[in-house]
């Protein structure tokens, strides 16, 4: 029984897990707290394993769960859990931000490294024109 919260928690805290163990955790929270309910510190691992979310409706959808489904000795891993996952939404946003601005910044790069190849193109290209003149003349 003690081991139970173990395979969740190990699923919750892989990247690919994550998206299966919120969904599974709140389908058989009730079977878990009925298991669990006298040791509140597993229930408590439980929850916090959830702080690897990162998108603000995941933290609403978790608050919002809890509120209708109270489970009493679990208060501040709540409260820390959706506080984690606050801060993980908020950073992912920023890094977002980062990274789009890094992308049309790049972009805009590379379209002046296009434009002077261009360039440069056009300029081989006239001397090529030149070159073939000059032959043509010659050949006469």
Do not use: C
């Amino acid at each position: 029984l003690q081991d139970l919260y173990v395979p969740i928690i190990s699923v919750a805290r892989n990247p690919y897990g994550i998206e299966l163990a919120w969904p599974w955790v709140k389908k058989n929270w009730d079977e878990l707290a009925q298991r669990l309910g006298k040791t509140k510190t597993l229930l408590s691992r439980i929850i916090e394993s959830l702080g690897v979310l990162s998108d603000f409706e995941s933290q609403k959808e978790i608050k919002k769960f809890f509120e209708k489904n109270p489970t009493p000795g679990t208060e501040r891993a709540l409260a820390q859990t959706l506080e984690r996952i606050g801060i993980n939404a908020k950073l992912l946003e920023a890094v977002k931000v980062r990274l789009e601005k890094e992308r049309a910044d790049l972009e805009v790069e590379l379209r002046e490294l296009q434009k002077a190849r261009l360039e440069e193109l056009n300029v081989e290209k006239g001397k090529f024109k030149q070159w073939k003149i000059d032959l043509e003349r010659s050949l006469q």
